[in-house]
């Protein structure tokens, strides 16, 4: 029997493993990837408890924060590639026109 | 040792190299397989908690759709050998690092010193993973928020396009 501890650790490892990729990496691409890591750890979280309280409640949420990951991944991409066309770069430290 | 833990250690392991590598490497081309490959530990995961309707769920949308128009950004951008950025060495990495893992270390510490959490009882999580248990919670409980997750979805749709396509000057 797997104890449910070993779900939540593994949940949070990969959570700050996806925290360290936004924080660390330059390429805007990297970092939607390291954010789609970090979400699907919280759903990793979601469906080990319901499984442990024999609850759906939370694969629902589970259903929903993966709609909202999906428009999120979409219209992220589409700012990506609106930004790309203008600057000709994706390393968000080039990405400063709005800096004071 | 039963299947079941030999299985979950085996999607673990390769859930949290894959995420490793999704982190790491340069290209990525090669961050997105790496996630997708992620994504296929994850669903394997979920079926050991018998979260069927949640597993296949993951692949088809996860693995299948988000990841796919990932791919298909990635190489619409054409970021050849001369746009690999240049991401050194430098001291902001190594102290978010140590942030990082100050927080990871506190989360172990708060989840093992938890008492009275005991193995999941796979009875109870066998009853409530099936399509039929999600869909009555869905369309009843949760029907507000399904609908609202419509318009979301036409918000981003009409989003995305107006935002990616080219101005008609």
């Not at chain 1, 700012?79 to 390393?91: C, P, S, Y």
């Not at chain 2, 248990?133 to 949760?142: E, K, N, Q, S, V």
Request: charged letters at 15%; hydrophobic letters at 60%; a positive charge.
């Amino acid at each position: 029997m797997v104890p449910l501890q070993a779900y939540l650790i593994l949940s949070a490892v990969m959570f700050i493993i996806g925290a360290m990729g936004v924080v660390m990496r330059r390429n805007a691409i990297i970092v939607f990837l390291s954010i789609e890591l970090m979400l699907n750890s919280v759903n990793l979280t979601l469906v080990a408890f319901s499984a442990f309280f024999g609850d759906a409640t939370g694969q629902v949420l589970v259903f929903f924060v993966m709609t909202v990951a999906a428009a999120e991944a979409a219209v992220g991409l589409a700012i990506v590639i609106a930004l790309f066309r203008r600057k000709q770069t994706i390393n968000i430290d080039e990405i400063n026109i709005m800096k004071w | 040792m039963t299947l079941e833990q030999i299985l979950f250690y085996i999607f673990a392991a390769g859930g949290v190299v894959s995420a490793l590598l999704v982190v790491t490497r340069r290209n990525p081309i090669v961050s997105a397989i790496c996630l997708i490959v992620n994504f296929f530990c994850l669903a394997g995961i979920y079926l050991t908690l018998h979260a069927q309707f949640i597993a296949v769920i993951q692949i088809l949308v996860y693995a299948g759709a988000i990841m796919v128009l990932f791919v298909f950004v990635i190489m619409l951008l054409n970021l050849g050998d001369e746009r690999r950025l240049r991401e050194g060495f430098t001291w902001k990495k190594v102290v978010a690092g140590g942030f990082g893992f100050g927080v990871l270390m506190e989360l172990i510490y708060i989840f093992m010193v938890q008492t009275g959490m005991s193995s999941i009882e796979m009875e109870r999580a066998t009853n409530v993973g099936t399509v039929e248990a999600i869909g009555r919670m869905l369309f009843t409980r949760f029907l507000f928020p399904f609908e609202v997750t419509s318009l979301l979805l036409i918000a981003a749709i009409v989003g995305a396009i107006v935002l990616a396509k080219k101005k008609l000057d």
